[in-house]
């Protein structure tokens, strides 16, 4: 260690934050043991929570095929040895360690459960900005009067455009019967498309996991699709109900 | 030793209670069930303690059944439902402020915390809420004989932040650590868990006094998972209660031309009529209410069930969509849920059941006590949190946050960091930057709730992130992270990565107090913890030897003091003269250490008074005419509790 940090003499500030980090991810606070990651190896010990991706807390490479159901079983192993019941008489730092490392699991198993959030989240961290499809964004833009960009995908702009005069009608005034079937048609015709969407997302992350960055594109040209599309759904279901 | 002992507390809108789950027989109470979990009796020996605070013409702090008893000879001198106020601004209780009796202070500003008018001061909700843990606190520290100074409390799962903030302040007041809070429902799972440790889906149907819940759960090897929960923090038999009283005043004024609103204890013993007719109406066809009215007029009335469902119907049909949207948040239909659960005194009601079976297509379970089962798990997570025994140490409860949460964004929006359901500890990292150059401080809106528009949803806290060092706009780079613990409470902490300086936050709480204000009020509170445990063991065992004087007169004057060798009789004058002087002492252990010495040397006495009563009884007199007759109620081994 000392041979590694002799040449960050000048820079005294990056060298303890160095030997901090070597500290906490390699040596057990509790028993100096080299190997602890949540726990030492050695003795057990709960370690310090420290700031890690989602995949890395979960000693997951960056892949999107993930076995789900052993995912949830490490998630409810890890809960039972992290989890604030369990130190709640423990030291103060101790009860911190366990609050911060328990929220770093749930928001973990949360994000990578879901196959989307879990490529949305993978694409965040390659550093890609997914575009704004969100309900949020579409408030807002509304709040200011604005028409919100939007990117209708190539081939459902015909069928946005015929359900956008479908939603039009609704509102202004009400939904027959005749409309009803028609609307619901349109809204199990677009279910089943993201069904297929599914697939898409699938193939592109065979790609991605074997190591070719070209799905990148793929998936946030699916993602996009698909927001797009869930959207549409979204108020197809307000207006049914 | 008896200093970790973690209770469990519901603090009700109509009733509380303290439980506990223990490991083996307590010291003070060898015989009392120590072992498994069991409620916490009062000093009347009643599990309820009904959640009024009330003061008396002294303006001593009455709480429970004398407070209950108060309210309805002086109205004005009472709380009771304070749990609704709880977390709330003025704006939000207009509604219920109409059938409360009791007012708030008049110059409350709209987002300050209430304060309600009580004998000549004003008290906040967490204080009057802090009244009934002190009560609940006394109780168990009876029953421990020694303090009790943590517990978990229960929370309905659909209270707000602000809500849960101000239940976890009155546990501080009341001088208790609140190791946890625990959501109501799941409470109520743990109980039922307990020996019956199954995998599968169960939904926990809560109506209680004040709040109704709802929570979906998946079971799995001991770990009870929330997966949904949803609610109405108002919306409980209260409101049934309300309905029934305003039909009745509309009844009377168009009957017997009397005003009822305008006499308060006469609106209380309508109150008190009517909720006695629900009750009854849960097991009987009908009732029949009786009331007398100021204008020497009377108030009769037979309520049918049958009219009872027509009128409550509809407060009942509102408990449902919570229901359908919690299954609908689980990704489950009422066909997949396993296992229904009733808590709540609602419950009892028959139209709810019949409403709940008919949602879930199942027979609910009504195997525990719907009024206890809430606190009975409290006290099973309290046994987890206290290291856990062999019955808990597989169990482990994972919660969620009930609402989500969001910050206000450009054009008055929500935008969602935390969404509802989520499991808790739970965090989201947001970054801000700045619109203006030379910008040191940022505002930021904390809100909860689902809705789109910041304005229709709960405003949590603002706070100015203060100290950014000086830049060009949009160059701060400033990043604020959100943490929900485990109780459901908000933390927020902040910092500025550009120049790496850590910002300072002000969070003010929209409708809490701050950390000043809570310590204020416990340094406030007339009875500090410990010396009111020491003032009150004093007081008893002052009253116990009281009892045993007593007694050792009346044995003095029994035959059996002659059959007492001299010594023995100088032994008895020796401690009771020791005694005397203890009891002039301020030291309870001296007063209990001569009380338990006299009572030794007194066994004899006893006994021999004992065989006298029996050789009495054997001659034909009864045991009432002996000369045991008026005999103290004293504990052993003078007295005649032993006969009785």
């Known amino acids: 260690m000392s041979e590694q940090n002799a040449g960050l003499k000048t820079a005294p500030m990056q060298l303890q934050v160095i030997q901090e980090r070597q500290l906490s991810q390699h040596q057990c606070w509790s028993c100096g043991d080299m190997r602890a990651e949540h726990f030492c190896a050695a003795c057990g010990h709960m370690q310090p929570a420290e700031p890690t991706d989602f995949f890395s807390f979960f000693g997951l490479p960056r892949k999107l095929e993930v076995d789900e159901a052993a995912l949830e079983k490490e998630f409810y192993q890890l809960s039972r040895k992290l989890h604030p019941d369990l130190y709640s008489r423990a030291s103060a730092r101790e009860q911190h360690w366990s609050l911060e490392k328990t929220s770093q699991l749930n928001d973990a198993f949360r994000t990578l459960k879901d196959p989307i959030t879990r490529t949305e989240y993978l694409l965040n961290l390659e550093g890609i900005q997914l575009e704004e499809q969100s309900k949020v964004a579409t408030e807002q833009a509304r709040a200011f009067g604005v028409e919100k960009k939007q990117t209708v995908p190539a081939e459902l702009l015909e069928e946005a455009f015929e359900l956008n005069m479908m939603l039009e009608e609704a509102k202004a005034g009400g939904v027959d019967d005749d409309l009803r079937a028609q609307l619901v048609a349109t809204r199990d015709s677009l279910t089943a498309r993201l069904g297929r969407m599914q697939d898409e997302l699938r193939a592109a992350w065979k790609k991605w996991d074997n190591g070719n960055r070209a799905a990148i594109d793929e998936m946030v040209d699916v993602l996009n699709r698909r927001s797009y599309l869930s959207n549409l759904v979204r108020d197809l279901q307000e207006v049914l109900s | ?644």
């Open chain 2, 1 to 644: 030793m008896t200093d970790d002992k973690v209770v469990g507390i519901d603090l009700g809108t109509t009733n509380s209670l303290v439980a506990y789950m223990g490991t083996g027989p307590t010291l003070a109470h060898p015989d009392a069930p120590g072992k498994g979990v069991f409620i916490i009796p009062g000093e009347d020996g009643v599990n309820l303690v009904p959640s009024v605070v009330a003061l008396d013409a002294e303006n001593h702090v009455l709480v429970g059944n004398a407070a209950r008893t108060a309210l309805l000879t002086s109205p004005e001198r009472a709380v009771y439902s304070v749990k609704r106020l709880m977390g709330r601004g003025v704006e939000d209780v207009q509604e219920e402020l109409k059938l409360f009796p009791f007012q708030l202070a008049e110059d409350l500003a709209p987002g300050e915390v209430l304060r309600i008018k009580l004998g000549g001061r004003t008290y906040t909700p967490p204080e009057i809420s802090a009244q009934i843990l002190r009560q609940l606190k006394r109780n168990a520290e009876r029953f421990f004989g020694g303090a009790v100074k943590q517990a978990v409390i229960t929370v309905p799962a659909y209270f707000n932040d602000a809500q849960r903030q101000a239940t976890k302040d009155a546990g501080r007041i009341a001088g208790l650590e609140v190791l946890r809070l625990v959501n109501e429902p799941t409470a109520a799972s743990l109980a039922y868990g307990l020996d019956r440790k199954q995998n599968g889906t169960i939904a926990v149907y809560d109506f209680g006094g004040g709040t109704f819940d709802v929570s979906i759960l998946k079971l799995k090897d001991g770990i009870f998972e929330v997966v949904a929960t949803n609610g109405d923090t108002h919306l409980g038999g209260d409101d049934i209660d309300n309905l029934l009283i305003a039909v009745a005043v509309d009844d009377i004024r168009g009957d017997l031309g009397v005003d009822v609103r305008r006499y308060p204890d006469a609106v209380q013993r309508l109150r008190s009529a009517m909720i006695e007719a629900k009750i009854a109406l849960s097991s009987s066809e009908a009732a029949d209410v009786e009331v007398e009215l100021p204008e020497g007029k009377l108030y009769q009335r037979r309520i049918t069930r049958e009219m009872l469902e027509q009128m409550i119907a509809p407060i009942v049909e509102r408990t449902l969509g919570p229901c359908r949207r919690a299954l609908s948040d689980a990704g489950l239909t009422a066909q997949q849920v396993d296992e229904v659960v009733l808590v709540g005194g609602s419950t009892r009601i028959p139209l709810v059941r019949r409403e709940v079976e008919a949602l879930f297509a199942r027979k609910p379970h009504t195997e525990l006590n719907p009024d206890e089962v809430v606190a009975l798990g409290a006290a099973v997570q309290a046994n987890i949190l206290a290291g856990g025994s062999d019955e808990t140490k597989d169990m482990l409860l994972l919660d969620v946050t009930p609402l989500s949460l969001g910050i206000e964004a450009l054009g008055g929006v929500t935008a969602k960091i935390i969404h509802r359901n989520s499991t808790i500890p739970a965090s989201a990292t947001e970054h801000f930057t700045t619109g203006v150059e030379g910008q040191v401080s940022v505002a930021i809106h904390v809100l909860q709730g689902e809705r789109e528009l910041a304005k229709d949803c709960r405003s949590l806290a603002r706070f100015d992130l203060k100290g950014i060092p000086p830049m060009p706009a949009g160059l701060p780079r400033i990043e604020v992270r959100f943490l929900i613990d485990a109780n459901g409470i908000l933390h927020v902490s902040a910092r500025e990565q550009r120049s790496g300086k850590e910002a300072e936050i002000q969070v003010q709480p929209s409708y809490g107090l701050t950390d000043e204000q809570v310590e204020n009020m416990i340094l406030d509170s007339f009875d500090n913890a410990e010396a009111d445990l020491a003032e009150r063991q004093l007081i008893e065992s002052r009253n116990e030897a009281e009892t045993i004087l007593t007694a050792l007169g009346k044995g003095r004057r029994n035959a059996a003091w002659k059959m007492l060798g001299f010594s023995e009789q100088r032994k008895v004058d020796e401690l009771e003269q020791r005694l005397r002087l203890a009891m002039s002492g301020g030291d309870h252990h001296s007063i209990r250490r001569s009380i338990d010495e006299l009572n030794q040397a007194t066994t004899r006495l006893a006994e021999l008074m004992m065989d006298a009563a029996v050789g009495s009884a054997l001659h034909g007199k009864k045991m009432d005419e002996t000369e045991m007759e008026d005999g103290p109620s004293a504990p052993h081994p003078i007295g005649k509790a032993e006969f009785s």
